[in-house]
């Protein structure tokens, strides 16, 4: 298999939502694509998880940093 990609940037809407994430080979990939790869097990240190809100979520797996948490990725 592959080296799984790495999110080195993000793209966010207005509210400030994640709606789209650049991959460390250059691929964009929509929020809903990012979350169905991360579940193939595609990116490395994400996972996805339902919030309060019953929809599913994509975040960065807690290692104790706060620089490479998705929202304080840089934006592209």
Do not use: T, W
């Amino acid at each position: 298999m592959a080296d799984r990609e790495q999110v080195v940037a993000v793209r966010k809407n207005g509210d400030g939502d994640i709606v789209e994430l650049k991959l460390s080979s250059g691929q964009v990939v929509g929020y809903k694509e990012a979350q169905q790869m991360a579940k193939n097990d595609q990116i490395e240190n994400v996972n996805v998880f339902r919030g309060r809100d019953g929809d599913e979520h994509l975040r960065s797996n807690p290692d104790g940093r706060e620089d490479n948490n998705l929202d304080n990725l840089p934006g592209f």
